[in-house]
C-alpha cells in the first residue's frame, strides 16, 4: 500500500515520538481496490494536545477542527489530513453525533464504532493493515457489511443509512443480508438528518455505477426522503410507447445520463409531475398532458427541502420543464432552439432526452435517438462553422436601426424578425444586405 508522502511523514512523526499512528477508513480501502485516494484520515494514540505539540515542533501548519473529538487538521502542501485520537463513542440523542467521546490507546476499540467493515481499516509501513472485523475479506466479496449490529449502528447515526446505499452505488458492493434488514427497519431515522448532508449522500448515489440497482431494491428508503417520488412506484403507463413503469423509467434515464449532479438529478426527478397528469382516452392509452411543468414544481419543493443550491435547482428545474420539448432537424429549427436555450442547455436536452428514450420502447424509440444524434451533429456544426443564430451575431444592432427610425420594442421586433431570416439564409447576414431588408420593408 502507497500513502502520498505527506501522510507518510505525519504517521512516521506520531510513531518516532512514541505513539501508535495509521491511515484509517476510506484511504486504506481505495487502495486495497487499487482507486485513487481522495483524502487519507489518520488515526493515533496521542491525545490532541499531545498531536499539536508534535506538529508545532516540527513546524507543521494546523487547525483545530475538532478538538472535542479529538481531531486535529494538519495542512502540509495545501493539503489536509485529519489526525484524531482513538476513540469509543459515547450515547447517541439525535441519530447522528455522540453527547460525547472518550479518548483510549487501542486502535482495534476505535476501528469498533465505525460504520463498515469495508472502512473499519487502518494502515502502517510497520504493521500493515489492521483488520478487526474480516474488511479485507469483504471488500474481495464486494460486500458492504455493518460493523457489528446493524441496527446499533443506524440508531447511532442514521445517515449511514445513505452511506450504505451510496457505497453499494458507488463500489458496486452488494449489501449483506443483516445489514439490509436493518437498512430497512430503521429507514424513518432518517428524517431525523440535516437535508443537506442526505442531500450530499443522495448526490454520491446518483452518480455512482451501480444507481440502477440500487434505487430500484432501495426505492422505499429513497421515498423517505423524497416522499414526491413515491407515487411513481409500480405507476402504469399504458400506451405503446412505453414498457416500464414510471418509476422503473425513471431509473433507467438517470442512469443512462451523463454523470453530472444536476443532469442526474434532472433525470431521476424528471417524470415525478406523471402520475397527477395521467389521463386515458378512449382506446385505453394513457397520456401525461403538462407533466413537465407539474414535475418541475414538485421537484422545485423537493430541492428546496434538500437545500441544494440555486445554481443547480436551476439547471435541474430547467432540464425538468423543457425535457419533452420537440427539436427540429430543420437548420433554421436547430438554431431557434439554441437561441431559446444556449448552447449549454440545448446539448444537455439532447443528452437527457436521448436516455429518456432509451428507457422506452425501443422498437419505437430508436428513430427518434437517431434523429437527435443527427440534431447533436447539426448544432455542433452550426457552432463550428460560426453560423448565425443569436441576435448578437447579426451585422447590424439597434444602433443601426435607430437611425432608420425604429423606436422602443420596434428594435427587438425587428432584429428577432432579422435573426430568424438570416438563421435560414445566412448568406443574407452582411450589413449592407441587412440594410437594404430593413429599408425595402420599413412600415410597409
Excluded at 109 to 116: K, M, V
Aim: with cysteine.
Amino acid at each position: 500500500m502507497f500513502l502520498p508522502a505527506d501522510a507518510e511523514k505525519l504517521i512516521s512523526l506520531l510513531l518516532s515520538a512514541g505513539y501508535k499512528a495509521y491511515a484509517v477508513g476510506g484511504c486504506v480501502r481505495d487502495s486495497i481496490l487499487g482507486k485513487p485516494m481522495s483524502d487519507v484520515d489518520i488515526c493515533t494514540s496521542a491525545l490532541p494536545e499531545e498531536t499539536e505539540r508534535l506538529l508545532k515542533e516540527n513546524s507543521v501548519r494546523f487547525v483545530e477542527t475538532g478538538m472535542k473529538h479529538g481531531t486535529i487538521t494538519a495542512v502540509i502542501n495545501h493539503t489536509p489530513y485529519e489526525i484524531t485520537t482513538f476513540r469509543t463513542d459515547g450515547e447517541y440523542l439525535d441519530n447522528r453525533r455522540p453527547e460525547s467521546v472518550s479518548f483510549v490507546t487501542d486502535v482495534r476499540e476505535d476501528l469498533s464504532r465505525r460504520d463498515f467493515t469495508v472502512n473499519a481499516l487502518a494502515y502502517n509501513k510497520e504493521e500493515g493493515i489492521v483488520d478487526c472485523f474480516g474488511g479485507v475479506e469483504d471488500i474481495k466479496n464486494r460486500v458492504i457489511r455493518a460493523v457489528g449490529n446493524p441496527d446499533t449502528r443506524f440508531n447511532e447515526d442514521a445517515l449511514r443509512i445513505m452511506r450504505a446505499l451510496r457505497f453499494s452505488s458507488v463500489l458496486g458492493f452488494e449489501i449483506e443480508g443483516e445489514t439490509e434488514k436493518a437498512l430497512f427497519r430503521n429507514k424513518e431515522l432518517l428524517l431525523n438528518i440535516a437535508n443537506e448532508r442526505i442531500y450530499t449522500e443522495l448526490i454520491k448515489l446518483l452518480l455512482g455505477d451501480n444507481c440502477e440497482n440500487v434505487l430500484l431494491k432501495y426505492r422505499d428508503i429513497i421515498a423517505v426522503i423524497l416522499p414526491e417520488i413515491k407515487p411513481c412506484f409500480d405507476f402504469p403507463q399504458n400506451n405503446k410507447w412505453h414498457i416500464f413503469d414510471v418509476y422503473t423509467h425513471i431509473v433507467k434515464t438517470c442512469a443512462a445520463v451523463p454523470k453530472t449532479d444536476y443532469i442526474r438529478l434532472a433525470a431521476f426527478l424528471h417524470d415525478i409531475g406523471k402520475p397527477e397528469c395521467k389521463t386515458t382516452d378512449k382506446n385505453g392509452s394513457d397520456h401525461f398532458y403538462s407533466h413537465p411543468a407539474v414535475g418541475a414544481e414538485l421537484a422545485k419543493g423537493a430541492l428546496k427541502r434538500l437545500r441544494v443550491s440555486n445554481k443547480v435547482m436551476n439547471k435541474t428545474l430547467s432540464l425538468i420543464k423543457y425535457h419533452d420539448c420537440k427539436f427540429s432537424q430543420k437548420p433554421a429549427g436547430i438554431k431557434k432552439q439554441l437561441r431559446k436555450f444556449g448552447e449549454e442547455l440545448t446539448f444537455e436536452l439532447i443528452e437527457l432526452k436521448t436516455a429518456d428514450l432509451k428507457a422506452h420502447n425501443p422498437v419505437l424509440a430508436e428513430p427518434e435517438i437517431q434523429a437527435l444524434a443527427e440534431v447533436k451533429r447539426k448544432a455542433q456544426t452550426i457552432i463550428d462553422n460560426k453560423e448565425p443564430y443569436r441576435i448578437s451575431d447579426l451585422k447590424i444592432n439597434g444602433s443601426d436601426l435607430k437611425k432608420i427610425g425604429f423606436e422602443g420594442k420596434e428594435i427587438n421586433t425587428e432584429l428577432e424578425r432579422l435573426i430568424q431570416l438570416v438563421s435560414g439564409s445566412p448568406e443574407l447576414n452582411e450589413k449592407e444586405k441587412l440594410l437594404q431588408i430593413v429599408q425595402n420593408e420599413y412600415k410597409k
